[in-house]
């Protein structure tokens, strides 16, 4: 018994690890504070309140390369962050866009810059469709989610 035991000891703990992970991203995800913001002229329902403002931040762009791996991060597409530079380090997720490239912001990593960004609201697949982590209520888990970036610029340091 206790050997049988042994031989699950890496599968609990790989389990272990993409759990935490992803209660990791939830928090990160409802930790992001606004620094400024200008209202565009997207609708402006509650429900796409967090959709509908343009946004300044500054703070430190971070890259982490995607593992080639299914994963929890390989799900969510999170591979660029900006760490802010409120007092509380908050770690936004930021996506690419037809004006600020993929590459551009790989060129950036580790420099202080200022975006603008808009946010987007993940969307959630149907988990008869992809093959997906699941949330708590055995639903695919939201992707997606950030600040797509509409322009950015290097600071001094």
């Known amino acids: 018994m206790f050997i049988l035991f042994l031989k699950k000891i890496p599968k609990i703990l790989l389990m272990a690890a993409i759990f935490s992970s992803f209660l990791m991203r939830i928090e990160t995800a409802n930790s992001c504070i606004t620094k400024s913001s200008v209202t565009s002229n997207l609708p402006t329902s509650t429900e796409n309140l967090m959709t509908s403002k343009i946004e ?45 490239s993929r590459e551009q912001l790989q060129s950036l990593h580790g420099q202080l810059v200022e975006i603008t960004a808009i946010y987007q609201a993940g969307t959630r697949p149907a988990s008869s469709e992809v093959a997906c982590p699941l949330d708590a209520d055995g639903q695919c888990m939201l992707q997606g989610a950030g600040y797509r970036v509409l322009s950015i610029k290097v600071l001094s340091k």
């Open 56 to 100: 300044t931040f500054r703070g430190k762009l971070i890259y982490e390369k995607i593992p080639p791996v299914m994963s929890v991060q390989a799900y969510l597409g999170e591979e660029f962050f900006l760490m802010t530079n409120s007092q509380s380090k908050n770690r936004l997720v930021l996506r690419p866009t037809e004006k600020v």
